[in-house]
C-alpha cells in the first residue's frame, strides 16, 4: 500500500471522529433547547402541551446520538485497508449511551415540574 492511500485514511478517520462529535453536539445543543423552552414557557397553558414541545427537541436528540454513533461505526467498517488506530466502536457506543441517558433524564425532570 503508498503512503498517499494510508493519508488518505487518516484524514477519513479523522474527519469521521469530527463528525460524531459535530452530531453529538447538536444533540446537546437540543437538550439545551429544551431546557430554555420550559424557563419561556413557564405558566404556560395548558402545562402539558409546554411539555410536549419540550420534549420534542429531547427525542431529536436521542435521534443525533444514535444517528451519528451508527454512521461512525459504518465508516469504521468500511476502513478495511489496512489496520487503523481509530477511536473504537464501542467508545462511540458508550458515548451515544450516556448522552441518550441525558437527554432521557431531561425528559423525566421536565415532565415532573
Do not use: H
Amino acid at each position: 500500500m503508498n503512503t498517499s492511500t494510508e493519508l488518505s485514511e487518516d484524514r477519513t478517520i479523522m474527519a469521521n471522529e469530527r463528525t460524531f462529535s459535530s452530531w453529538t453536539g447538536g444533540g446537546m445543543g437540543a437538550i439545551g433547547l429544551a431546557l430554555a423552552f420550559k424557563a419561556v414557557f413557564g405558566a404556560f397553558e395548558p402545562v402539558w402541551f409546554a411539555k410536549f414541545v419540550s420534549t420534542i427537541p429531547l427525542c431529536a436528540a436521542l435521534f443525533l446520538f444514535w444517528s451519528a454513533q451508527k454512521k461512525a461505526c459504518a465508516t469504521l467498517d468500511r476502513l478495511t485497508e489496512r489496520k487503523v488506530e481509530a477511536t473504537g466502536k464501542r467508545s462511540y457506543r458508550v458515548v451515544a449511551s450516556l448522552l441518550s441517558l441525558t437527554a432521557i433524564g431531561a425528559a423525566i425532570i421536565l415532565w415532573m415540574l
